[in-house]
Nanobody
């Protein structure tokens, strides 16, 4: 059974930084896409940043240059460093994973495994 331990959410002021972490256990394999999605009420879940087991990242255009995704010393852990946070970054952030083939897709519907989510709130 795949499980995620997510941490790092909370409330910050605009312009501040925050780091999310996600540790995955029980994944049946060594090759996967793992990353963060976010969702606000009434909106579709969107990809924020995804990294494959070979360490190649993919970012949403809205966070490029501000957010960085990386692996921890253990490949089953990813970090999302979020800098210069904006009120529009406010959302529930979810960790997710799926098997890696040629690339890591951004469509949330093709991700098999999901964490419970952690709330990030950015006030102006």
């Amino acid at each position: 059974q795949v499980q995620f331990l997510e941490s790092g959410g909370g409330s910050v002021q605009a312009g501040e930084s925050q780091t999310l972490s996600c540790r995955m256990s029980g994944y049946p394999g060594n090759s996967y896409c793992m990353g963060w999605f976010r969702q606000t009420p009434g909106q579709e879940r969107e990809a924020v940043a995804i990294i494959n087991s070979g360490n190649s990242p993919t970012y949403a255009d809205s966070v490029k240059g501000r957010f960085t995704i990386s692996h921890g010393s253990a490949r089953n852990t990813v970090y999302l460093q979020m800098n210069d946070l904006k009120p529009e970054d406010t959302a529930m952030y979810y960790c997710a994973a799926r098997p890696f083939n040629d690339f890591c897709p951004k469509r949330h519907s093709v991700y098999n495994y999901w964490g419970q989510g952690t709330q990030v709130t950015v006030s102006s």
